[in-house]
């Protein structure tokens, strides 16, 4: 059977690193307070003209290279964002066009916080389709550009930042033993959408809007949904936590991490984190923790991943895959 299996994995930051301390300037609040409810130490955010797709093109260069390939050698781009460069044309044919590439086909994923995993199925579906033979996926974003400045409930929380996975056709056993994506699982709830969302838009403002929610009911919500995705991903693969080697999950706050982390029985030893650096930087957290890792040694070859994110929607899900 045909399996989409990771052949490299890049990132990219921009270079204004903003902690707590130099935050706590301009906003009400201390490290120790941020700290403690959310793990975060600092972000990232991006410099004035530097654009989502910037960020999105400087991972995508660093997964081509770290997979040892052209961008010539892709057929499709799949970008994660909820905070593209444009209403349209979507930020991944901006990456297309930023990349050199004259053929393939691109086109955004709008999922939120849970983004990645949803362009991760959409591209794992395309390739064992036969519809794509090495496919980008990419999430990015730019969450500096739709905070509320004046809302510390929310301001202190998120970064900007990309990272890349790629993906290629291959031939494989049809075993849990494979490597590549060997399950996932997607699941959204409208009813939600309060909990989380931007107070703007193109249909109904006509202007971008800042982010809003309700942070202790997406706590809520979080563990048991994501813990639910994590554990039907492992069914469908045929695995079970013991044989999980890494768990990356989506990185917006230490202490839903960790509780997600017991319910699904995985040591905190095995959980990739990158919170504390990052901060949450939405769609891309997860590539981002992804390519840190595997650049780090932490994640090798073989190794069995579990991925799971949520956000606003709600949308969630989860992905099992070995590297
Ligand atoms: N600095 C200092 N004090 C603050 C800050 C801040 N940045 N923000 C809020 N406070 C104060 C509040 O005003 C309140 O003060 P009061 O008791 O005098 O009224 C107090 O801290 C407690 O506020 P809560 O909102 O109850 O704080 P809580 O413990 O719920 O923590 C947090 C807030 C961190 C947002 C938490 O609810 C949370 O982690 N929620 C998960 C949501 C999340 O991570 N969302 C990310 C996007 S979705 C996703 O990616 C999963």
New binding site residues.
């Given amino acids: 059977m045909i399996r989409a299996v990771p052949i490299g994995a890049g990132h990219y930051l921009p270079k204004n690193v903003v902690t707590n301390s130099e935050l706590a300037k301009t906003?009400?609040?201390?490290d120790d307070?941020?700290v403690t409810?959310?793990g975060i130490q600092q972000r990232h955010f991006a410099a004035d003209g530097e654009y989502t797709s910037d960020l999105a093109i400087a991972a995508a260069k660093d997964a081509l290279e770290n997979a040892g390939i052209e961008a010539s050698d892709i057929d499709s781009i799949i970008l994660a964002t909820s905070t593209p460069d444009q209403t349209f044309p979507s930020t991944a044919t901006k990456v297309q066009a930023g990349l050199g590439m004259t053929s393939g086909f691109a086109f955004d994923v709008q999922a939120v916080?849970a983004g990645f995993a949803f362009a991760m199925t959409t591209a794992n579906s395309l390739i064992v389709a036969g519809q794509s033979k090495r496919a980008l996926v990419i999430g990015a974003e730019t969450f500096s550009r739709i905070m509320d400045w004046e809302d510390?409930?929310?301001c202190?929380?998120f970064g900007d930042g990309a990272g890349a996975v790629i993906l290629e056709a291959q031939e494989c056993e049809g075993t849990p033993n494979d490597r590549g994506i060997l399950a996932c699982e997607l699941s959204s709830d409208g009813n939600y959408n309060d909990l989380?969302y931007v107070d703007g838009g193109v249909s109904s403002t006509q202007t971008t809007g800042v982010l809003r929610?309700q942070?202790?009911e997406?706590?809520k919500h979080?563990v048991s949904k994501l813990a639910a995705a994590g554990e039907t991903a492992m069914e469908r693969a045929g695995v079970t936590s013991d044989d999980v080697d890494w768990v990356v999950p989506?990185q917006?706050?230490l202490?839903?991490i960790k509780s997600t982390a017991k319910k699904m029985g995985v040591p905190m030893e095995k959980v990739v984190l990158t919170v504390h650096n990052h901060g949450?930087t939405?769609a891309a957290s997860i590539p981002l923790a992804l390519s840190v890792a595997v650049k780090s040694g932490q994640i090798k070859r073989g190794n069995l991943v579990l991925t799971e994110a949520?956000?606003?929607g709600l949308a969630w899900g989860a992905v099992v895959f070995r590297w």
């Fill in positions: 906003v009400d609040t201390s307070w941020i409810r959310t916080c510390r409930t929310t202190v929380l989380l929610m942070g202790q997406v706590f979080a989506h917006a706050n202490r839903i949450n939405s949520i956000g606003g």
